[in-house]
């Protein structure tokens, strides 16, 4: 069933939805573009496919545009993005030229210069603002951790960013003292009415994990994520290890690839084997009906896991959240907006703490309940979509003018 703008008042309440209804109408008509690298996979695809979809809702002609590119091309684009994290990596003469030379190519065909507003996402189509005669403001949203980026490669995107009317990023520890343009925050959100979130029985949470060959026998802790070195599922697995031995549970992970990241299926290998050196893990990917799959693991798990070394946001810490389950984050990026330490989950640094905070939540039934309770509270008041329209409503209204 088609989704409408007013079912979302029953979930994030008259107030807001009233609030967008009048915000909105100046902006009412005008053509904004989004562009991006994919479609599917990871959360910037998942917060376009709601946002999008109800800008047009509201009146706002927003389109979604989608660069297309060669595994050549996307794997520099994936040193791009690991170098934003602060990863060494150096892009050699070449590489450079096939980054510069696709978006290029991209840019005979993407037709962005009618636009009221273009908001480009990620470094991926960085460069496209340089292909136009610029008739109308370009955002440019970051939605990577560049609390440390690699300085060679900071400095050359700098070239681009400077070029935009405003970055917008995630988090306040994200903005950068050197890029000379307005820089404003924008935290992403969840939509809870698609089927990753919205409300299923928890019968029918167990019917789902039980056809992807979920027992439930032992208590499920879980990580849902892309299989990214940055996601830690390695150590995710070593940190349940350590746990294991005092308190008796299960480990899931379910994840999947970005169709922008060939280095998810190698990942995905690496944790396939090493859950084989462990007991009790499992490891499941791309099922039918993911997203149900994903809404009914985050109900069941007695707690959610985000051990991420490096995190935008980590969409799937308000995912779990949402469903009132306890959520422990690494203290990195975004996640230390969604987790309060001690209220709705704990923030770790290392996998030690992360086990020991496993430990201390299995054992505490009450504790879980209440931390559950407070998340989605917190999570209602922060994290829901109809707040990042919002936000964006706003940001349009003033670049717009």
Not at 67 to 90: M, N, P, R
Not at 142 to 150: A, E, F, L, Y
Not at 214 to 230: L, M
Request: glycine share 6%.
């Amino acid at each position: 069933m088609m989704i409408d703008f007013n079912d979302y008042r029953r979930v994030a309440g008259d107030e807001i939805v009233d609030q967008i209804i009048k915000e909105v109408k100046p902006l009412q008509g005008k053509d904004v573009h989004h562009v991006n690298s994919t479609y599917y996979g990871g959360g910037v695809a998942e917060i376009l496919d709601s946002l999008v979809f109800l800008m047009n809702k509201i009146g706002i002609n927003a389109g979604w545009r989608l660069i297309k590119g060669s595994d050549e091309f996307f794997h520099v684009t994936k040193l791009i993005h690991d170098g934003c994290q602060g990863a060494d990596i150096s892009l050699t003469p070449s590489m450079i030229q096939v980054y510069e030379e696709t978006i290029a190519r991209n840019a005979n065909f993407t037709h962005l210069k009618n636009s009221d507003a273009v908001i480009a996402h990620d470094p991926q189509v960085l460069p496209l603002i340089t292909h136009y005669k610029k008739n109308q403001p370009w955002v440019w949203r970051c939605h990577i951790d560049i609390t440390r980026p690699n300085p060679a490669l900071w400095d050359f995107l700098k070239n681009f960013i400077n070029k935009y009317d405003e970055m917008v990023v995630s988090d306040k520890s994200f903005i950068k003292e050197d890029i000379k343009i307005r820089q404003s925050i924008i935290m992403p959100s969840i939509d809870p009415l698609t089927d990753k979130n919205k409300e299923i029985s928890l019968s029918e949470a167990e019917i789902i994990l039980g056809k992807a060959g979920v027992k439930f026998n032992k208590p499920v802790i879980s990580q849902i994520a892309r299989f990214d070195v940055w996601k830690d599922p390695l150590g995710v697995i070593t940190a349940y290890e350590i746990a294991k031995k005092e308190t008796d549970c299960q480990l899931v992970l379910l994840g999947n690839y970005a169709t922008d990241d060939p280095g998810g299926d190698e990942m995905y290998r690496k944790t396939v084997q090493r859950a084989k050196e462990s007991e009790d893990v499992t490891v499941l990917v791309n099922l039918e009906n993911n997203d149900l799959t994903v809404n009914a693991l985050q109900r069941l798990s007695k707690i959610v896991i985000q051990k991420s070394t490096r995190e935008g946001f980590g969409l799937t810490v308000s995912e779990a959240l949402w469903k009132g389950t306890p959520v422990i984050g690494g203290k990195v990026g975004g996640i230390i907006n969604q987790i309060i330490d001690g209220k709705n989950g704990y923030l770790v640094e290392d996998i030690n703490e992360c086990a020991q905070k496993i430990i201390y939540l299995l054992k505490d039934e009450e504790l879980r309940k209440q931390m559950g309770e407070f998340g989605k509270q917190y999570v209602k008041k922060n994290f829901l979509i109809t707040r990042h329209l919002l936000d964006y409503i706003r940001l349009l209204n003033r670049v717009i003018g």
